[in-house]
């Protein structure tokens, strides 16, 4: 299915946050990020960029990808914004360590050669 500039334009954004979560929890473990508000807030941020840039997405190109969980992608930066005093941080650990690489996978996937733009 051809995409849109638009829609590589969010995959785009999806994938810069994940790389910044990335960077930002490498050489970290559960204790150091639980001890560093600064390190929790920045994940956080870019929680939400992902989240958001996948609710940008039209419906029908998320039904196009029902291998990737778009509503709990979307779901969570609900909950960090809209709930952000109910956040678990070692929920969110959980998230970062368990599904943010295969998300990063699948999403790169998507993406059309910078050609085809």
């Known amino acids: ?9 969010c995959l785009w954004d999806m994938i810069r946050a994940i790389d910044r979560i990335q960077s ?3 050489n970290n473990d559960l204790n150091n990020y639980l001890a560093s508000n600064l390190l929790q807030s920045a994940v956080e ?8 840039a996948a609710n940008r997405l039209t419906k029908e190109f998320q039904s196009g990808y029902p291998e990737i ?3 709990k992608i979307i779901g969570l930066r609900n909950i960090l914004i809209h709930r952000y005093d109910d956040i678990q941080a070692e929920t969110v ?7 943010l690489h295969g ?10 050669p910078l050609t085809d733009l």
């Open 24 to 26: 930002f929890i490498e």
């Open 103 to 112: 998300l990063r996978e699948d999403l790169t996937k998507l993406l059309p």
């Open 1 to 9: 299915m051809p995409i849109s500039q638009h829609e590589a334009a």
């Open 69 to 71: 969980n778009w509503r």
């Open 93 to 99: 650990w959980l998230v970062l360590v368990n599904d």
């Open 45 to 52: 941020r870019q929680l939400k960029i992902l989240g958001e």
